[in-house]
Every structure is written in C-alpha cells, then in structure tokens.
C-alpha cells in the first residue's frame, strides 16, 4: 500500500527535528543556530528595535495577524535603499492568532553573507509553546520563493 509508506517519509521530514546550525556563530549579537534564535525570539530580544505601528493582517500565509521588526542594520540599508542589505541585517515577523493579541510564534531572517541571492540569509520560523519542529535554515526552501519578490528577499516597507 502506498499511503503508510507516504506517511513514513512524512514523519521522517516533517516530524520534529533535533537542534541545527548552520555554523555561522554570532551575528550582531545574535547566535544564528536554531537553538540561538528560538531563544533569541522567545525572550524577545528585538523588542526595542523599530516596529510596524500596530499588528496587521498579513499578505502571506504566517498566520493571521502579524507585525515586523526591523535591526537597526537592516533600517539603515532600507533607508538608504540598498539593493543587497548588509551582513547583520535582521528582521522579525511576530506572528499572531486571529484576535491580534496572542502570540502564536515568530519568523526571523537574518543576512548572513555578503552579496546577493538566497543562500546569502538564514530563514527561521516556529511557533510556542515549544518552538520544537521550527523552520531553519541557510536559502531555506520553504521560504526563500515569496521572499525573492522583495528586495534582497525582504518584502515590508519601513514603518
Ligand atoms: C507565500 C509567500 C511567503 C512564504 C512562503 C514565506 N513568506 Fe515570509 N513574508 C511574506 C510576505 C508577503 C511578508 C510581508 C509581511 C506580511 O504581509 O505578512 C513576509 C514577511 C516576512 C518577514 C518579515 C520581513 C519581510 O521580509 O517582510 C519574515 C522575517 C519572514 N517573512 C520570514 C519567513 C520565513 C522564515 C519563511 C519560511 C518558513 C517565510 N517567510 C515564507 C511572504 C511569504
């Protein structure tokens, strides 16, 4: 039969994966393995950077309501209107649940590589309470597509 062999590859891929790292270490200050941006997230450690104004509802599918925060390398580059942001450019997306209040779990890219194109950023999404089968990677695929319709696959205006 086909279908519990599907299944099978499915909790190989899909299933809750153990702690990756790209190797790339620190980043302005943030540790860009897996393990290092869910604790980076979850503590909220960009909450002081500039922020879209309010939650809005989000043009993509990352849940219903979301809000993005921008590093001050990454609002510097859009400022000045860079093509290529530079390295250490980092964005978060909170990510909400329909009533705009409750967090449900955050995306993060951050630049990690001069130059342009895909490879040159690490995509990381999960959601609570655990943050246990999160979305990491360096061009990862899942991501990568819509966000190379954006400059330098970053898609939000600056607030
Ligand atoms: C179907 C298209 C689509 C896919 C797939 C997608 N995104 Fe997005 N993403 C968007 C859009 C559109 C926005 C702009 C904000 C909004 O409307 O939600 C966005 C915004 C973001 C932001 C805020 C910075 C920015 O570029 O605007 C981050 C961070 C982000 N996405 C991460 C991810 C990650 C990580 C993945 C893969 C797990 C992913 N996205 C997959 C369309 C997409």
């Given amino acids: 039969m086909r279908l519990p062999s599907l299944l099978l590859l499915c909790f190989a891929a899909c299933g809750p994966s153990s702690s990756v790292d790209e190797g790339l270490g620190?980043?302005?200050e943030l540790d860009t393995s897996e393990?290092?941006?869910t604790a980076f997230v979850r503590a909220g450690q960009y909450s002081a950077w500039l922020a879209e104004p309010s939650v809005h509802e989000t043009r993509a599918p990352h849940g219903s309501k979301v809000r993005?925060?921008?590093n001050d390398v990454v609002e510097r580059s859009l400022r000045d209107g860079n093509a290529i942001h530079p390295v250490g450019s980092i964005l978060v997306?909170?990510?909400?649940e329909d009533d705009g209040k409750t967090l449900r779990g955050h995306a993060l890219d951050v630049k990690i590589a001069e130059g342009p194109g895909k490879d040159t950023w690490i995509f990381y999404e999960g959601f609570g309470p655990d943050?246990?089968?999160n979305y990491y990677g360096r061009a990862h695929s899942t991501c990568h597509g819509c966000h190379s319709d954006g400059k330098d696959y970053v898609t939000s205006p600056l607030p």
């Fill in 35 to 37: 393990q290092g941006i």
């Fill in 26 to 28: 620190v980043i302005q």
């Fill in 68 to 70: 993005v925060f921008f």
């Fill in 93 to 96: 997306k909170e990510l909400f």
């Fill in 131 to 133: 943050y246990s089968n």
